[in-house]
């Protein structure tokens, strides 16, 4: 028998993740909505694929309790496998309608291919996708856009923030928070990082067990709290800085808040912030 202290600590991370393969695939009860007016301000999600308005979802949750702010996901793509799109869509208004994000369309089977070679082997279809996505811009004049970073690993998700840059050019007058998110890929430079509770992190996982294709495959809602604690670790130095004590948050979403301003990103503040639970998630915003 092993005399290590810590072989019961690992075996009990097993253990939870082996009764987490049991648990349901979405059809349990939702949270209570909060019913958010039509007329609240508006932050968009532009996700490269269904699932991932979950994954990075820490802070537009935050803003939709704590700010009244109306989130609403844009499903750039349905995902690649064209047998599958219709079940990725029903599967992504299930999460969506559970943890309360809007969703908009942006087309009968998305807006797929969105890559980053996507300008110069196909620029016809590459205009078409910038008219679509500025014209949701200019619908809904969000205060805020979520966007995948500039090295987010995955081609789409490289494809999508270059997709909103061309969008936003197309924009007048148009000065939104661009909220830059990471899950293939980690930001080099993460500024914000967004404490979550337990209870809101069961919230991300109820939402994202409702893309029960993906996660048969591979499980990775049950991996996000595993995610969102080694985001606490790397980001109370990498925004904290360097040397700096630990946080103590549990869970924490990392992200680069951006303003865009004369057809640029700009820094929206120098170094780092920190938004813990005890502070509302709007004022990181103001």
Known sequence: MSTNPYLD?????????????????????????????????????LSPHPDDECIIGGLPLRLIKEGGIRIINVAITLGSNPQRKQERLTELSKACEWIGFDLELTGENGLDPIRPETPEKDPVHWNKCVDVLSGIFSKYNPMAIFVPHTKDWNQTHLGVHLLAISALKQSIEFSPWIIETEYWGQMPEPN???????????????????HRGELERNPFHLRLPA???????????????????????????????????????????????????TLSASDCLE
């Open 192 to 210: 914000l990082m967004v404490e979550n509770t337990a209870d809101e992190v069961a919230e991300l996982i109820g939402a994202l067990s409702h």
């Open 9 to 45: 600590y690992v075996n009990s991370v097993q253990q939870l993740f082996a009764e987490g393969r049991t648990l349901p695939y979405g059809n349990f009860a939702k949270p209570t909505p909060l019913n958010i007016p039509k007329d609240a301000p508006v932050a968009l999600i």
């Open 227 to 277: 995610w969102m604690q080694d985001n606490v670790r790397r980001g109370s130095e990498v925004v904290g800085g360097q040397g700096g004590q630990a946080c103590a948050f549990d869970f924490a979403t990392l992200y680069r808040v951006n303003r865009w301003q004369n057809n640029q990103l700009i820094p929206a503040w120098d170094g780092g912030k920190m938004l813990p639970s």
